[in-house]
């Protein structure tokens, strides 16, 4: 199947669009984390945790700033805004929902925290819930 250039051009920009999201949710989740366990996110921290640079931390902070997911000034702390954490907190639980299956399915605990970080971004809600399902039978002795 051949695609036009304008259906080409709009899958890229979906691709795209999804691929600021899925950096969105990281950010914010590793943001809520940093904070719950060390009470404060710091860019250096943010950089560091992600392995990338301070300068692309520091870009993808000003556009969750931009977007009203964080409040930071400078040379100061990061911090979630409602709309931040609530991101954070949904992400957090995708996470968890896929994690949980792929341990359900025997995978080591690396091999499934490795795969969850890609997978979480990119399943529907539906599945996410069938996914939960999955993984409450094959826990149940019986597997029913």
């Known amino acids: 199947m051949t695609l036009s250039a304008a259906d080409r051009a709009a899958a890229f920009r979906k691709t795209r669009a999804a691929h600021l999201t899925e950096v969105s949710e990281d950010y914010v989740e590793l943001i809520g984390d940093l904070i719950a366990e060390q009470g404060e996110a710091r860019l250096t921290d943010v950089a560091e945790r992600l392995g990338v640079s301070q300068a692309t931390a520091s870009k993808v902070i000003t556009r ?20 931040g954490r609530e991101l954070a907190d949904a992400s957090r639980e995708r996470h968890r929902i896929v994690f949980e299956f792929l341990r359900a399915l025997g995978l080591d605990d690396a091999v499934a925290h490795a795969d969850s970080e890609g997978i979480e971004h990119h ?6 819930v069938k996914l939960q399902e999955l993984t409450q039978r094959l826990r149940r002795p019986d597997g029913q």
């Open 64 to 83: 969750l700033r931009r977007d009203g997911l964080v409040e930071n000034k400078r040379y100061r702390s990061i911090f979630l805004t409602d709309r």
């Open 123 to 128: 399943v529907s809600e539906v599945t996410l």
